[in-house]
């Protein structure tokens, strides 16, 4: 079991930044993570926006966020991670409702990746709000 809490998001002009943290416990020591932020902007399809694996240097960033957001996790141990994602640079196509995501993955080494597929990720949080004005 897995259990995700946001924080962060909030409103800020365009050109502006923002950080979002999700912070992830996990009962399974051994596990690797991919850790994702996906967003969703009313009935579309949540969009993997940037993610991260707990077992390798894999990243990964959507083409809309590549040069302004950046994904980031630090280990407090015993597969407990702060996953963050600081925003710069925000516009208004970036206000969405944003979500911390995971799914468990056993993979080590370099050759590791992580899909951006919302159908994976098994657990989600609760969804904060980012709104960009202009």
């Known amino acids: 079991q897995v259990t995700l809490v946001e924080s962060g998001g909030g409103s800020e002009q365009a050109g502006g930044s923002l950080r979002l943290s999700c912070a992830a416990a996990?009962?399974?020591?051994?596990?690797?993570?991919?850790l994702a932020w996906f967003r969703q902007v009313r009935s579309e399809e949540r969009e993997a926006v940037a993610i991260?694996?707990?077992?390798?240097?894999?990243?990964?960033?959507?083409d809309s966020v590549k040069g302004r957001f950046n994904i980031s996790h630090i280990s407090h141990g015993n597969a407990n991670y702060i996953m963050s994602l600081q925003m710069n640079a925000l516009q208004s196509a970036d206000t969405a409702l944003y979500y911390c995501?995971?799914?468990?993955?056993?993979?080590?080494?370099?050759?590791?990746?992580?899909?951006?597929?919302?159908?994976?990720?098994?657990?989600w949080g609760q969804g904060t709000q980012v709104t960009v004005s202009s």
């Open positions: 996990s009962e399974r020591t051994e596990d690797h993570w991919c």
């Open positions: 995501a995971a799914y468990r993955d056993l993979c080590t080494g370099s050759h590791c990746y992580c899909t951006s597929g919302a159908e994976e990720y098994s657990y």
């Open positions: 991260i694996y707990t077992g390798s240097s894999f990243t990964y960033y959507s």
